[in-house]
């Protein structure tokens, strides 16, 4: 019998259509094409023990043909599933091949039967020769194999996820070698090919030859990232392995097409489907440069997923992983909730207390103030997409829980009373907390005459502020310039009122430790005895000189400032309130008590109570500076690079307008970037992990410009800090910024990033 091939035959994704057919000299046909369950078209021959066969698959009913399956012949039906998910259109042959004369399928020189057959088999899709598999192989027949090959890393949106590498050497030949490497012995692509395929040159000539240039590349060198809980829209099973490069390479369509065609085929049997995912700016810039060759390929031969789908597709996202008990709760916006609650919120709360466990419907970030708050007090927090529905919980509502996240999911069960109770006092500190405070401080000052050891009179907030009114900014930079109130006013205003006493005299009710709802009442009472409470002359006269000091009509913005908030170790997120004075309101004193009530604010106290910190020796400083309207955007980032501390970088949250990252409104969801040097054409390179759901599509909240200038500011920032904090390990600084009306960065806030 000789060589031969069937007719092509046209596929649409859409549906498993009947296959035309027809037959050839030796009466083969191929049957109707159904999709496996990754929706991979599926072709069934009648087939014989002396032949093997390929199924082909082209971009037109006339080639070039691409073999993307085959397999030796048996007695009876064979099956050939091509090696990627049905795209628009697609032509399809089989080709029936006699085992006595074989073909050299990737043309390295073996015939196909001899690389099937070798003692070390090799793979007969690529030249790629064997190698040890202690060190890697040149294809994964399961997913078994990739899992074996994988080590675990962070990615941006990505968290301890499963990583193979890959090494593609003579990319821009006809005879390309790709080679699996194990994570386990082998880290960095450069040594893999020296110490195991015997490449000669050095590091410099390899980057050359790899990365950040396609007319000179010679090489790829990528990643194959799984991301389990990737639900497909098309409703076929969960997960999805992305094809990634570094993302300062800048890697062009050819050569996109060429990996995802090799692995691919070399991967085909793990039973998960593949995608390019252009996961930095640098790479996205390239795509739309050549949107027309992938939006082609798009038809006929090559996956793409977008990151903003990828992650918008995944419906568990860990923030912070943890072990919580408590009991299940679907918090409906006016039930106390405690640190014996794990609590389903539909919305992201404005604040919270301190809670067993978190889970939200929505999605958060890792600069949200609900995760500051489940980092600082190792909380498992986790999105997990219509929770409240969710069967593995709906059951568990109103029950004791153990309540656990991971990078790989959630894991929840039923738990006692008691082990609710005693996982509560293991966490709790064993003795009380004195918070540090200075009175002797007894007069306001301007943020000029503040330093860093001025915290414990005015608050780590006021003095820190202070502290960046001395680092030499940009002009198109700055810092508010204004005044601290110390702590001494917020005691004097205390004991003049008699407030210590009444606060007192409510925590020995027993009702006050035994029913949060009159706990509650009880210190709502106390913040309107405060807010209402006789100002002493001299404070009264302070604060109209400190008032006097900004141009008539200035609208000021009062921050709390207390010793029980950014501090190392401990952030304090939004367990106190900031407000705005308009010259409308009168004499400053009126807002001055609204943030000094916030001391009393339930989320503070339960807090506290948590920690046992002594309610009566917390104080509350305030910062009052200038306010800022109309602001274009605002944002939060860490001078750290939470993805891989290897390299200098920032993360980095933005959204447009007034609308905060830390609270967000209506569930807005922000802008979200790492933002690092990994070399390149670039100082920096730009990974976005989601984009703001206020802009419109295709548009950031910040430029790559101001990017820039504001990944500059954080190293000016980190590097003024770092010996005021006397060089701590895995040191870094959490800051809130602006962008103002007239387009100027603000550098609002800095303190010490909790890891």
């Known amino acids: 019998m000789k060589r031969s091939s069937w007719p092509a035959f046209l596929l649409f994704a859409a549906a498993a259509l009947p296959v035309p057919h027809g037959r050839s000299d030796d009466r083969f046909s191929a049957s109707a094409a159904p999709l496996d369950p990754i929706r991979r078209p599926v072709f069934s021959v009648p087939a014989e023990p002396g032949y093997y066969y390929q199924l082909r698959r082209s971009p037109s009913p006339t080639g070039p043909w691409s073999v993307t399956a085959m397999a030796k012949g048996i007695n009876g039906p064979l099956s050939l599933t091509d090696s990627i998910p049905a795209l628009e259109r697609a032509f399809f042959s089989i080709r029936r091949v006699p085992l006595t004369s074989p073909l050299d399928t990737d043309g390295d020189g073996l015939s196909d039967t001899a690389e099937w057959n070798a003692s070390n088999p090799t793979n007969p899709f690529h030249s790629g020769r064997f190698i040890n598999a202690a060190d890697g192989r040149s294809a994964m027949g399961s997913l078994a194999d990739y899992n074996a090959l994988a080590h675990f890393d962070n990615f941006p949106g990505a968290p301890s996820v499963q990583e193979v590498k890959f090494l593609i050497l003579n990319a821009h030949t006809a005879q390309p070698q790709l080679f699996f490497l194990n994570a386990a012995k082998h880290q960095y692509h450069y040594y893999f090919a020296r110490d195991v395929l015997g490449y000669s040159g050095s590091l410099s000539q390899f980057n050359g030859e790899t990365y950040f240039s396609n007319t000179t590349r010679r090489n790829l060198a990528g990643s194959l990232v799984h991301h389990r809980n990737y639900l497909p829209p098309d409703g076929s099973p969960q997960g999805l392995i992305t094809m990634e490069f570094w993302p300062s390479d800048a890697v062009s369509h050819s050569f996109v097409q060429k990996a995802y065609d090799l692995i691919t085929r070399s991967a085909a049997n793990t039973g998960v489907r593949f995608a390019y995912h252009a996961a930095s700016e640098t790479q996205r810039t390239l795509f739309r440069s050549e949107r027309a060759l992938f939006t082609e390929a798009a038809r006929h031969s090559l996956h793409t997923v977008r990151t903003e789908d990828l992650f918008g597709q995944t419906p568990y996202t860990l923030l912070n992983p943890g072990v919580g008990f ?4 679907l918090f409906d916006g006016s039930s106390s909730v405690s640190a014996r609650d794990v609590v389903i919120f539909r919305s992201l709360p404005n604040d919270i207390t301190h809670l067993a466990g978190i889970i939200t419907e929505v999605p958060q970030t890792p600069l949200s103030h609900v995760n500051l708050k489940a980092k600082q007090n190792n909380t498992p927090n986790a999105f997990i997409r219509d929770a409240a529905r969710d069967p593995r919980l709906a059951p568990l509502l109103g029950k004791y829980v153990r309540y656990e996240t991971t990078s790989e999911g959630y894991l929840i069960r039923e738990a006692s009373p008691e082990e609710v109770e005693s996982h509560l006092e293991s966490i709790r500190p064993p003795n009380p907390q004195i918070p540090v405070r200075d009175l002797s401080i007894t007069a306001f000052r301007s943020l000029s005459a503040i330093t860093f050891n001025n915290a414990r009179a005015f608050g780590a907030k006021t003095a820190n502020v202070a502290e960046l009114r001395r680092i030499a900014w940009s002009p198109n930079v700055s810092v508010p310039n204004g005044y601290g109130i110390p702590f001494y006013f917020y005691d004097e205003f205390m004991k003049a009122n008699g407030l210590y006493d009444y606060a007192a005299s409510l925590f020995a009710i027993p009702a006050f430790q035994s029913d949060p709802t009159f706990r509650a009442d009880a210190l709502k009472a106390l913040r309107s005895a405060i807010r209402n409470g006789t100002v002493p002359d001299w404070i009264t006269t302070a604060l109209t000189s400190l008032q006097a000091n900004f141009p008539a009509g200035t609208s000021l913005r009062c921050r709390s400032s207390t010793n029980n908030e950014d501090l190392t170790g401990y952030s304090g997120a939004g367990l106190y ?26 989320r503070a106290f339960d807090e506290r109570e948590f920690y046992r910190v002594d309610h009566f020796r917390t104080a509350m400083g305030v910062l009052v500076h200038p306010n800022y309207d109309g602001e274009l955007a605002n944002g939060v980032g860490v001078t750290k690079n939470l993805v891989d501390p290897a390299w200098t970088g920032y993360y980095i949250n933005a959204q447009a307008g007034e609308n905060l990252v830390t609270n967000p409104e209506n569930n807005a969801v922000p802008e979200e970037f790492l933002i690092a040097q990994l070399l390149g054409q670039t100082r920096y390179t730009l990974q976005y992990v989601t984009f703001s759901s206020l802009m419109p599509e295709g548009q950031t909240v910040i430029s790559t410009a101001q990017a820039e200038l504001l990944a500059d500011q954080m190293a000016k920032i980190h590097n003024h800090f770092l010996p005021l904090y006397n ?29």
């Not at 408590?326 to 709760?329: C, E, M, S």
């Not at 705005?580 to 008590?593: A, D, F, M, V, W």
């Not at 600084?733 to 303190?751: F, N, T």
Request: charged share 25%; proline share 7%; glycine share 6%.
């Open 326 to 329: 408590g009991r299940l709760i």
């Open 577 to 602: 309130d900031s407000f705005t004075h308009y010259q409308s309101e009168g004499p400053l004193s009126k807002t001055i008590r609204q943030v000094w009530a916030s001391v009393w604010e339930d």
């Open 727 to 755: 060089y701590p390990p895995n040191f870094a600084m959490e800051l809130e910024w602006k962008i103002d009306a007239a387009g100027k960065l603000i550098i609002k806030q800095a303190r010490p990033w909790i890891d």
